[in-house]
Structure formats: structure tokens, C-alpha cells
């Protein structure tokens, strides 16, 4: 995930990848877009729940979330 990057523009991103390698399964994929986090959101995820109860539309929820609260308001 780039510094000004949307999760929801990096997950398009992992996904036109995966088609390159025929594809990948919903928990692979979810288990990328998580990695691909910065650490602090990675790590707020985790706290929040058991990562493998989750979907991926969930993270990136919550990856949503986060990310706007912690930027900083111009």
C-alpha cells in the first residue's frame, strides 16, 4: 500500500496481479491485502479480531477506517 494509496485501489491492484498467475483463492488474496498494510494498521486489525474470522470486504473495512483516522487533517 502506497503512502497516499486507497486499500481499496491496492486490492485492485493485487488483484489484476493474481490473474496473472491464473488466479487466487478470497483467503490469499485477504491474507496479501493484510501484509501489504502498514505495520500499525496490520497491527490494529489483529487486535480488533481473530484475522482468519474475518473477511476480506471486512479488513478492508476496517483497513478504511483506520487509515482515515490516522491521517493527518490539512
Same mark, same amino acid.
Given at each position: 500500500?502506497? /503512502? @497516499?494509496? %486507497? /486499500? @481499496? ?5 493485487? !488483484? ?5 498467475? =491464473?488466479? +487466487? #483463492? ?7 491485502? +493484510?501484509?501489504?498494510? /502498514?505495520?500499525? +494498521? ?5 487486535? =480488533? %479480531?481473530?484475522?482468519?474470522? $474475518?473477511?476480506? #470486504?471486512? $479488513?478492508?473495512? !476496517?483497513? !478504511?477506517?483506520? $487509515?482515515?483516522?490516522? !491521517? /493527518?487533517? @490539512?
Amino acid at each position: 500500500l502506497g /503512502p @497516499d494509496e %486507497s /486499500p @481499496d485501489v491496492f486490492l485492485a491492484k493485487l !488483484r489484476r496481479l493474481a490473474t496473472l498467475f =491464473g488466479g +487466487v #483463492s478470497k483467503k490469499a488474496l485477504a491474507c496479501a491485502v +493484510v501484509a501489504g498494510l /502498514p505495520e500499525n +494498521v496490520r497491527q490494529l486489525l489483529r487486535a =480488533g %479480531s481473530r484475522m482468519e474470522d $474475518i473477511g476480506l #470486504s471486512q $479488513i478492508l473495512t !476496517r483497513a !478504511r477506517a483506520i $487509515i482515515t483516522d490516522e !491521517r /493527518p487533517v @490539512d
